[in-house]
């Protein structure tokens, strides 16, 4: 294992809306992490999928971190304009065999696969080359058979046998667009990220990113996943659940009840303070070891969502 020197963590929004309660937690554990051990935190925009990118959503989350405080190091990374860098990973998995193409349509994989906590398991078909007539649409990543193993900071031990919990995974999709995890991978990898503290809905994710880690020859950073704010219905707040966005004039009682959330007990007061002040007790009080064992706490309810 690589010796860390340094502490570089990161918070990686998609645009896809305003930020809201859970992403605040989000960034304020991250964000907390790293200034509690003197390091460095950066901010990059996860718009790799186009499509789902909300007109001028990017600004107003970069505004919202802004006015709650949580400045960043460096320059904002976008990964909308990292393709060559992306292109040159899925060069080197191919040279290396690591990488096929793919020519079966999403409803094959759905018809023939298993589902799996990442989706539909993919069964293997164009694993030892495409079948005679098909066309290769997208390119998958070879699993290795072994167990990927990792120690995360409030989860514990974990282990996922990756060919049978998630199978060959997409890494260019059909439509040309890198997928996600090759993304994250290669934009964490290049940064030299250390440390990701991040929602425990990205905790599966874990095990096929470790996998592209080592198939390219990438450090794995220290893993910490954080609860999941749930609204009443017991689903994680988002732009689909109707999140309430965070209000930029007022940002001290949304900060803490994110520290509330995060189990770390700030005094009522900070409620009244400016985000600095609520900020600076908070890093000299940090401590890991107090969030909530549960993978799902119930978010603030004037922040869960707003009515239709
Ligand atoms: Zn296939």
């Given at each position: 294992m690589?010796?860390?020197?340094?502490y570089?963590?990161?918070?990686a929004?998609?645009?896809?809306?305003?930020?809201?309660f859970?992403?605040?937690?989000?960034?304020?554990?991250?964000?907390?992490?790293?200034?509690?051990?003197?390091?460095?935190?950066?901010?990059?925009?996860?718009?790799?999928?186009?499509?789902?990118?909300?007109?001028?959503?990017?600004?107003?989350?970069l505004?919202?971190?802004?006015?709650?405080?949580?400045?960043?190091?460096?320059?904002?990374?976008?990964?909308?304009?990292?393709?060559?860098?992306?292109?040159?990973?899925?060069?080197?998995?191919?040279?290396?065999?690591?990488?096929?193409?793919c020519?079966?349509?999403?409803?094959?994989?759905?018809?023939?696969?298993?589902?799996?906590?990442?989706?539909?398991?993919?069964?293997?078909?164009?694993?030892?080359?495409?079948?005679?007539?098909?066309?290769?649409?997208?390119?998958?990543?070879?699993?290795?058979?072994?167990?990927?193993?990792?120690?995360?900071?409030?989860?514990?031990?974990?282990?996922?046998?990756?060919?049978?919990?998630?199978?060959?995974?997409?890494?260019r999709?059909?439509?040309?667009?890198?997928?996600?995890?090759?993304?994250?991978v290669?934009?964490?990898?290049?940064?030299?990220?250390?440390?990701?503290?991040?929602g425990?809905?990205?905790?599966p994710?874990?095990?096929?990113?470790?996998?592209?880690?080592?198939?390219?020859?990438a450090?794995?950073?220290?893993?910490m996943?954080?609860?999941?704010?749930?609204?009443?219905?017991?689903?994680?707040?988002?732009?689909?659940?109707?999140?309430?966005?965070?209000?930029?004039s007022?940002?001290?009682?949304?900060?803490?009840?994110?520290?509330?959330?995060?189990?770390?007990?700030?005094?009522?007061?900070?409620?009244?303070?400016?985000?600095?002040?609520?900020?600076?007790?908070?890093?000299?009080?940090?401590?890991?070891?107090?969030l909530?064992?549960?993978?799902t706490?119930?978010?603030?309810?004037?922040?869960?969502?707003?009515?239709?």
């Amino acid at each position: 294992m690589p010796q860390y020197t340094a502490y570089l963590g990161r918070f990686a929004p998609s645009p896809t809306g305003p930020l809201h309660f859970g992403s605040l937690v989000a960034a304020v554990g991250s964000w907390l992490d790293a200034r509690a051990q003197g390091g460095q935190w950066a901010v990059r925009i996860d718009d790799v999928d186009r499509g789902r990118v909300a007109r001028g959503a990017c600004d107003d989350i970069l505004r919202t971190l802004e006015a709650f405080g949580l400045d960043w190091d460096g320059e904002i990374a976008y990964q909308s304009q990292r393709d060559p860098s992306y292109e040159q990973a899925l060069e080197a998995l191919r040279a290396a065999d690591r990488a096929f193409p793919c020519g079966c349509t999403r409803r094959e994989v759905q018809a023939s696969g298993q589902a799996g906590p990442l989706g539909f398991i993919y069964p293997g078909t164009c694993r030892e080359g495409l079948p005679p007539g098909r066309e290769a649409r997208s390119w998958r990543l070879r699993a290795h058979s072994g167990t990927i193993r990792f120690r995360d900071r409030a989860r514990g031990q974990q282990l996922i046998h990756l060919p049978d919990e998630v199978g060959d995974f997409i890494i260019r999709r059909g439509d040309g667009l890198f997928a996600y995890h090759l993304a994250m991978v290669v934009d964490d990898a290049e940064l030299g990220v250390t440390d990701v503290v991040r929602g425990g809905d990205l905790l599966p994710c874990t095990a096929p990113q470790i996998a592209l880690q080592q198939a390219l020859g990438a450090a794995t950073p220290r893993y910490m996943h954080l609860p999941v704010a749930i609204n009443d219905q017991g689903r994680k707040l988002s732009k689909q659940t109707k999140a309430v966005a965070l209000d930029r004039s007022d940002p001290a009682p949304a900060l803490h009840d994110a520290l509330t959330f995060l189990g770390q007990h700030p005094p009522t007061w900070l409620r009244r303070e400016v985000p600095a002040q609520v900020l600076a007790w908070a890093v000299d009080q940090w401590q890991p070891e107090r969030l909530p064992a549960a993978a799902t706490v119930p978010a603030p309810v004037e922040l869960r969502s707003v009515a239709d």
